[in-house]
């Protein structure tokens, strides 16, 4: 760094605190909403991408895991499935999402009522507990415990019933709600729906080809949509985030544009200041280049130090928001970091731009003047 | 300089700052341009700087015709060919005594220990090796100056172009800058022009010329104002008779403050 650069640039200790702050108010918003909206299509999306099924089978018009709107007759639909050598195993899904209540306090969570003895469907990873509910239990997710306290030999009330917490799981956590897995046919039972199931969900053998399946099955089904386990992971975190990441980006927008504001008033009053001295560099024999040197460097090395310090906020911010709020899923990315970073030199080279141009234009001769 | 002319503005409204100017100063020699205000004189000292161009004629510097050279080659002829020593010393405020005189040698502030010693060197010379390290604001104006002069002298350039040097400093540091240029001149075989309003410069030029209205004037016949000590042309300048002597004045204000008093001025010059 240039020496008077450095002498600028720290000579103004209060000046250049609100500059850095300013910056790295922004650096750590902009940081921390799209941690949050990585977090939150991590988890969104998770247990459609991580469940084993390879084929989704619903209702025409069905979206995504959450509208569960679906509504599919079981009967018959073994024998049908029999005959196509690409499927190797099925099995019914109920979804719902609903109201569930442990004493006073509601929970919003997604009631699923999956085939233990087929296992499709169900808990991606058991963290405590049974592996499997039993008649009148349920597997909660975890994330319920953290939130509301839930435990293992709790009860909590869910589709009208009541049902014996057994083991907990985790993947299953879809930030505003979280699934809960009982029995199927207790599911079925609950919720007025024996004979019927919300899902089909399919394990094919490893050489069927899925797109060809999906065409196939659609062609010869009609009313009923097949969908791949990418293509129904992708809507289901779409069905969330579309309606988040507008307020998001415009808030990402907002931010960086107060960054950009801090750093560059702070800059271009810092320039101004030292108008005469930059005169005084030019009428001695420096160029406009080296004086451009010296505002960049002044802006980047503020950007810098407004990047480092609103990534030390975010790193250390972010698990105290997490515990006060636990919709806060915050998940930082080194890929988010370099794209802040570059953001951050961005905001700087915009900060610095109106100075330099102001630089362009003092007459050397000034420095003449008493 | 040959034929240097100056104007600024265009048409009616056109003013002529040079009107075929000649100028030559020498290495070791000292040259004091005097004149009235608005004669011309900072524009004289900027374009023989290589801040400003001529509208027309020739500026030279050190064997370099400087008019020819595109605006992107002149900083380095300023840098490497000039010295600066401005009215208001001019100095960096966020740099040392030391780091002003070496900024301008080393531009990115990279010094090796030759730069750092020849700059200390310097400004030993100049009397500040007990300053090198203090910002320009705990300073005095002399030794603020004395800096200039050292960052001036820098990078060894030929010529040393002072606008005013003496004019914020009081009578003893005045005359301790004045006899610094003129050492600068003999010991350091440098040509050194000075503006300036300051009679105390007389007494170490080898030449003063008086510039007014644009042009240089030989006949020129020259007093010293009893009260505000500024060097008038006796020609036009407003007169006061006191104890059978002639007074001339740089305006009417001076003479009316001359004449409230005159005892208090009339020993302070002789004509």
Redesign the interface.
Same mark, same amino acid.
């Given at each position: 760094m240039l020496l008077i650069a450095r002498r600028n640039l720290f000579s103004e200790r209060i000046r250049l605190s609100i500059a850095i702050g300013g910056v790295a108010l922004s650096v750590f918003l902009i940081m921390f909403l799209l941690s949050l909206y990585r977090g939150w299509s991590d988890k969104v999306g998770a247990f459609v991408e991580e469940v084993d099924v390879d084929i989704w089978i619903a209702r025409e018009g069905t979206a995504d895991f959450l509208s569960s709107a679906s509504f599919l007759p079981t009967g018959g639909v073994d024998e049908n499935f029999a005959v196509l050598p690409s499927i190797e195993r099925w099995s019914p899904l109920v979804v719902r999402p609903m109201s569930a209540k442990k004493g006073e306090t509601e929970m919003d969570v997604t009631l699923v009522g999956y085939d233990p003895d087929l296992g499709i469907g169900g808990p991606l990873r058991i963290e405590a507990g049974d592996p499997a509910p039993g008649p009148g239990e349920v597997i909660i997710d975890k994330v319920l415990t953290d939130r509301y306290g839930v435990q293992i030999g709790d009860m909590i009330r869910a589709a009208g019933k009541d049902w014996r917490v057994v083991g907990q799981a985790s993947g299953g956590d879809f930030v505003a709600a979280q699934i809960i897995f009982v029995r199927l046919e207790e599911a079925q039972e609950a919720l007025s729906m024996e004979g019927f199931a919300t899902y089909f969900v399919l394990q094919m053998v490893p050489t069927a080809d899925l797109d060809e399946f999906v065409t196939y099955f659609e062609g010869v089904q009609p009313g009923i949509t097949a969908i791949t386990r990418e293509d129904f992971a992708e809507a289901t975190r779409n069905r969330i985030l579309d309606d988040v990441v507008p307020v998001l980006l415009a808030i990402v927008v907002l931010a960086f544009i107060v960054g950009l504001a801090v750093a560059g008033l702070t800059i271009y009053t810092a320039t101004v200041e030292k108008l005469r001295e930059y005169g005084i560099l030019k009428a001695v024999g420096f160029k406009n280049t080296y004086l451009y040197r010296l505002v960049m460097e002044q802006s980047l090395v503020t950007g810098l130090l407004g990047f480092l310090a609103g990534m030390v906020l975010t790193l250390a911010l972010s698990p105290v928001a997490r515990d006060l709020v636990p919709q806060f899923v915050v998940l930082i990315r080194w890929q988010d970091i370099a794209v802040v970073g570059a953001s951050t030199v961005l905001m700087s080279v915009i900060a610095g731009y109106v100075p330099v141009r102001r630089l362009a234009t003092i007459d050397p001769t000034s420095v003449f003047r008493a | 300089m040959h034929g240097v002319t100056k104007v600024f503005g265009a048409g009616e409204a056109a003013v002529i700052a040079l009107d075929n100017v000649d100028f030559e100063a020498r290495a070791g020699e000292v040259v004091v341009v005097m004149g009235p205000s608005g004669a011309g004189k900072?524009t004289f000292?900027?374009i023989a =700087?290589a801040?400003?161009r001529p509208t027309s004629g020739s500026v030279e510097i050190a064997g370099i015709d400087v008019s020819s050279l595109k605006e +992107?080659d002149l900083?380095? %002829?300023?840098?490497?060919k %000039?010295g /600066?020593i /401005?009215?208001?010393f001019?100095l &960096?405020?966020? &740099?040392s005594c030391l *780091?002003n005189v070496l900024? %301008?040698m080393t531009?990115? =502030?990279a010094t090796t220990r030759g730069v750092t010693n020849r700059a200390k060197e310097l400004l030993d010379m100049l009397g500040l090796s007990h300053r090198l390290k203090l910002l320009p604001k705990h300073l005095s104006g002399g030794e603020k100056q004395r800096v200039a002069i050292g +960052?001036a002298l820098a990078n060894n350039p030929d010529l040393i172009l002072a606008? *005013?040097p003496t004019?914020?400093l009081d009578s003893k540091r005045g005359r301790e800058v004045m006899q610094f240029l003129r050492q600068i001149a003999f010991e350091m075989n440098k040509a050194v022009v000075i503006v300036s309003h300051d009679q105390r410069s007389r007494e170490v030029a080898h030449r003063v010329q008086w510039l007014e209205d644009g042009v240089f004037r030989a006949d020129v016949v020259t007093v010293r104002d009893p009260v505000c000590s500024r060097i008038v042309e006796v020609l036009g300048a407003p007169e006061a008779t006191f104890a059978d002597r002639s007074f001339h004045f740089c305006s009417d204000g001076c003479r009316e403050a001359f004449e409230a008093g005159p005892e208090t001025y009339a020993d302070a010059v002789t004509n």
């Open positions: - | 900072t000292l900027t =700087g801040l400003l +992107r900083p380095p %002829v300023r840098r490497e %000039v /600066f /401005f009215q208001s001019n &960096l405020e966020s &740099l *780091e900024i %301008v531009a990115d =502030g +960052r606008d *005013e004019a914020n």
